[in-house]
């Protein structure tokens, strides 16, 4: 994204200028007087525009990600190239694509199960999402493995950018990580990684949160393996399995982030078969 557009984002949405809307339950953000309208049109030209609030259902989200799925454009390849341009900090905005892509590998069509979020998938029964503070938060370079509402909104966008070429610099990034990952003494937590890895200044274009974001893709990945419960990348995981495995993680390992990542500890090492698996299945 060119600077001067994430630049009229970050005045919209870098502070919480606005007000609740009751009948949206949400946060509307007020445009700032330094936003012109030729900004709001910069915006509006790249479906960007402030406010732009969507109310999804869950089986009109379920039916869109299942569509998603299978469109010919989301390959493995093309999630993780997207991924490898994130890492290296060419283009932050591709981070999140591959975790939800790894979400939607094993989706299924199922009716909804549960009260307010789904047992089975994670979706809402209904929600209202403004779609550009949510993509805001993908241009600022950041991912997550939550909210599988939020993989929709970022995919629907994903899919209209080209495939970034990977070059051998941007796969020797990777390599980079894993290795330095991999230096791990037993007890490192994922605390204390991200920590070395902010020392050591391995990725650019980061801050705490989002080199959480980066390692926990790995995770979903199976790169960095745990004992609590199946990467998303091996198989469908159930919304009440992840509640369950988070509890059981909560009283024993007192982690603050999140299952997958929240389960690793350098003994658990980094599993470099995996990442060739998914890295340099075929290119296509
Ligand atoms: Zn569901």
């Not at 799925?69 to 493995?76: C, G, P, R, Y």
């Not at 932050?92 to 939800?100: D, E, F, I, K, V």
């Not at 209202?128 to 970022?154: A, F, R």
């Not at 990580?177 to 007890?187: G, H, P, R, S, V």
Request: aromatic share 10%; proline share 4%.
């Amino acid at each position: 994204m060119d600077k001067k557009t994430l630049s009229i984002l970050k005045k919209v949405y870098a502070n919480e200028n606005g007000s609740y809307n009751p009948t949206l339950n949400r946060h509307e953000h007020k445009i700032p007087a330094t936003v012109t309208q030729a900004d709001l049109e910069i915006l509006s030209s790249k479906g960007l525009q402030p406010n732009n609030f969507e109310t999804f259902d869950h089986d009109n989200a379920l039916e869109r990600l299942l569509k998603i799925k299978e469109d010919k454009k989301l390959t493995s390849g093309f999630a993780t190239s997207m991924f490898l341009k994130g890492l290296t900090g060419e283009m932050p905005r591709a981070r999140q694509t591959l975790m939800s892509y790894l979400y939607l590998r094993h989706l299924y069509k199922h009716d909804f199960a549960g009260k307010d979020t789904c047992e089975i998938c994670g979706l809402p029964k209904v929600e209202t999402e403004d779609k550009t503070h949510q993509l805001y938060t993908y241009y600022l370079g950041h991912s997550w493995n939550e909210l599988p509402l939020h993989y929709l909104i970022e995919l629907e966008e994903a899919l209209t950018f080209d495939k970034p070429e990977i070059t051998q610099a941007d796969r020797n990034k990777l390599t980079e990580l894993l290795d330095f990952i991999a230096q791990a003494d037993k007890k490192e937590t994922p605390g204390k990684l991200e920590q070395r890895i902010a020392s050591h200044k391995i990725l650019d274009q980061t801050d705490k949160y989002k080199r959480y974001g980066i390692l926990q893709t790995l995770a979903e990945c199976g790169i960095l393996p745990n004992p609590f419960i199946k990467p998303r990348y091996e198989a469908f995981i159930a919304q009440k399995d992840l509640w369950e495995a988070s509890k059981k993680l909560t009283t024993s390992f007192r982690s603050d982030i999140i299952l997958p990542l929240g389960g690793w500890k350098g003994e658990n090492g980094v599993d470099k078969e995996r990442c060739k698996e998914i890295f340099d299945a075929v290119q296509n």
